[in-house]
């Protein structure tokens, strides 16, 4: 199959390495060298070049708030049977433009950040395709994920954003109130040390990728169970309430899994 790819951050270097192993794969992106440095991509150096390569497959990796902008410039230069591409963490106004475009399309949402993922070893790791999508389409990336380790699911479009408002927006807003309060003199015990990583992790990320993952219109709702939470640890903590902390403490316990919670006391 002949795919282009366009946007080589994290995401589309990993995409055109992995599937230039089976496909031919040409990109582009702002800074060439990103696409040159990958063996066995073509790097095209202009929408002539998008146009004459033809490709049957279009990935769109470029950052979230440029997705659609980047779909309307070069919808004209592909054929009208390629099938369009988005992997982008909230999905948000992409199912209008999908309404409208013309083109079948495949949504997904490989669900490992390469910067916190081992990217050789992704058998703990999980992608999502969308279910509106081209159900041939979704079989090529279903096949794809599954055989890169990765457990798939298939969620529809409101499902997916709600869900990234759980499983991405609650942990963002938890580690940025923790970076939001560090003290650079901090003598760092194991446990701050751990949460500082992955902190520093989250922060290297693009700003615009953070700030569309907190804008997802499903993320108030956690931010709101987040504040709830903190106030009533504060009064648990204010008033010394050692029964209510226990009590507290089993229900975090049931909460991540623990079956044992009936053992745990103070």
Excluded at 29 to 49: F, M, T, W, Y
Excluded at 139 to 153: M, N, Q
Excluded at 228 to 235: C, G, I, K, L, T
Aim: hydrophobic share 40%.
């Amino acid at each position: 199959m002949r795919i282009a790819i366009l946007g080589f951050g994290h995401m589309g270097s990993w995409l055109a390495r992995e599937l230039a192993q089976a496909h031919t794969v040409c990109g582009f992106d702002p800074i060439p060298a990103r696409v040159e440095e990958l063996e066995g991509v073509e790097n095209l150096k202009s929408q002539k070049k998008l146009s004459e390569f033809a490709p049957e497959l279009l990935i769109n990796a470029v950052p979230l708030k440029e997705t659609i902008p980047v779909f309307e410039a070069v919808i004209e230069s592909i054929p009208g049977d390629c099938i369009l591409c988005d992997v982008t963490s909230v999905k948000g106004e992409l199912p209008e433009f999908y309404r409208g475009c013309g083109h079948v399309f495949v949504s997904v949402h490989p669900m490992f950040g390469p910067t916190f993922a081992n990217i050789s070893a992704l058998d703990e790791e999980s992608a999502v395709i969308i279910r509106e999508s081209d159900s041939n389409a979704a079989a090529l990336f279903h096949s794809f994920f599954e055989e890169k380790g990765l457990t798939v699911f298939d969620y529809s479009f409101d499902e997916h954003d709600r869900m990234m408002a759980y499983s991405l927006t609650l942990p963002f807003v938890s580690t940025m109130v923790f970076a939001a309060c560090m003290d650079k003199e901090t003598v760092p015990g194991t446990t701050f040390r751990k949460h500082r990583e992955i902190a520093g992790g989250l922060l290297s990320e693009d700003d615009y990728l953070l700030a569309e993952i907190l804008f997802n219109p499903h993320s108030m709702k956690q931010l709101e169970r987040v504040i709830s939470r903190m106030e009533f640890m504060r009064h648990v903590i204010s008033g010394r309430d050692y029964e209510e902390a226990v009590t507290f403490f089993n229900r975090l316990r049931e909460n991540m899994g623990d079956n044992t919670v009936e053992t745990r006391v103070l």
